[in-house]
């Protein structure tokens, strides 16, 4: 049983920048896609950015292309978040998740297509 553990997050002020990094334990990442997502005060979960088992970034909404970065690193089965000239509107709850099937693609926006989620890592941003 994959566990993901999320950390990074925390208080910054807008314009600022945090990493998030997302261990996996119990399970390797290599193989897998992995995708950040996050979820803001009474709306529902959103897809931010997912990156296939091969490397390849598959982006959300506009707004946090550019300033949202997704990488991994197998050999330390971690994934990524790097977030530049945060906003207001960036503050939520951040999930990580891995797909389940090996050498999955497609459709990284779809939360049911992932079987592995962690807690969150709470990112908030002050104006």
């Known amino acids: 049983q994959v566990h993901l553990v999320e950390s990074g997050g925390g208080l910054v002020q807008a314009g600022g920048s945090l990493r998030l990094s997302c261990v996996a334990s119990?399970?390797?990442?290599?193989?897998?896609?992995m995708g950040w997502f996050r979820q803001a005060p009474g709306k529902d979960r959103e897809f931010v950015q997912a990156?296939?088992?091969?490397?390849?970034?598959?982006y959300a909404a506009d707004s946090m292309k550019g300033r949202f970065t997704v990488s991994r690193d197998n050999a330390k089965n971690t994934v990524y978040l790097q977030m530049n000239s945060l906003k207001p509107e960036d503050t939520a709850i951040y999930y990580c998740?891995?797909?389940?099937?090996?050498?999955?693609?497609?459709?990284?926006?779809?939360?049911?297509?992932?079987?592995?989620w962690g807690q969150g890592t709470q990112v908030t941003v002050s104006s």
């Open positions: 990156i296939s088992w091969r490397g390849e970034v598959a």
């Open positions: 998740a891995q797909r389940g099937r090996i050498y999955s693609s497609g459709s990284y926006y779809a939360e049911d297509t992932y079987d592995y």
């Open positions: 119990g399970g390797t990442i290599s193989g897998y896609a």
